[in-house]
């Protein structure tokens, strides 16, 4: 009997994933570059309006992650097997 054949996992797609999500925690972790306070945006300074500008920017990225690794998922490892068809009569 033949062993299952297993997916190779997707590498490239977690790579990818993987800068996804360290694009938004260097943009809103790496203080030193909104650490200012020109240029002004509706009076907000620069180091407010930037915080908040990162927000949908994370939501997003996030969401992007979260999907290509719904991708990933959905093609690795080996069908489930079936259970064996019940006859008539017989109980679950």
């Not at 020109?38 to 990162?54: A, D, I, K, R, V």
């Amino acid at each position: 009997m033949a062993q299952p054949r297993l997916a190779r996992p997707r590498t490239g797609i977690w790579i990818v994933i993987a800068v996804l999500l360290a694009a938004s925690l260097v943009g809103t972790l790496w203080v030193p570059f909104y650490n200012h306070t020109s240029p002004t945006l509706g009076g907000f300074p620069f180091f407010y309006w930037y915080q908040l500008m990162w927000v949908p920017i994370v939501a997003i990225l996030s969401f992007a992650a979260y999907l290509l690794s719904r991708v990933t998922r959905r093609g690795s490892g080996p069908a489930a097997p079936q259970p064996p068809e019940k006859g008539p009569g017989e109980v679950n």
